[in-house]
């Protein structure tokens, strides 16, 4: 059974910060892109940030560029997503997702991503 399962979600307020984690079952973790995705009410479902496995790529939409950082620790088989000077907009829940992809420059492409973590809500107050 493939299994991706999220924790580190929570309140905060504006400016603060909050640390994410997916814990990926050894099967899963043979997917070479990992990546997390958000979906605020009303919205559609967008990649936040993506790494590629195998080298540590790392890839992230506009909006949080210089915000937010995407890490592994290979060895648990663990993928995390720091979050720094987190703003309202920034609210919502945040999915883990993984999928096997030949181009790590598609990992931030939710097309293909085949394995997800149940979510973990962000809010963000101003």
């Known amino acids: 059974q493939v299994q991706l399962v999220e924790s580190g979600g929570g309140s905060v307020q504006a400016g603060g910060s909050l640390r994410l984690s997916c814990a990926a079952s050894a099967y899963s973790y043979s997917s070479n892109c990992m990546g997390w995705f958000r979906q605020a009410p009303g919205k559609e479902r967008e990649g936040v940030a993506a790494i590629y496995v195998v080298g540590g790529s790392t890839y992230y939409a506009d909006s949080v560029k210089g915000r937010f950082t995407i890490s592994q620790d290979r060895a648990k088989n663990t993928v995390f997503l720091q979050m720094n000077s987190l703003k309202p907009e920034d609210t919502a829940m945040y999915y883990c997702?993984?999928?096997?992809?030949?181009?790590?420059?598609?990992?931030?492409?939710?097309?293909?991503?085949?394995?997800w973590g149940q979510g973990t809500q962000v809010t963000v107050s101003s």
């Open positions: 997702a993984a999928k096997a992809s030949p181009y790590k420059i598609t990992c931030l492409e939710i097309n293909g991503y085949n394995y």
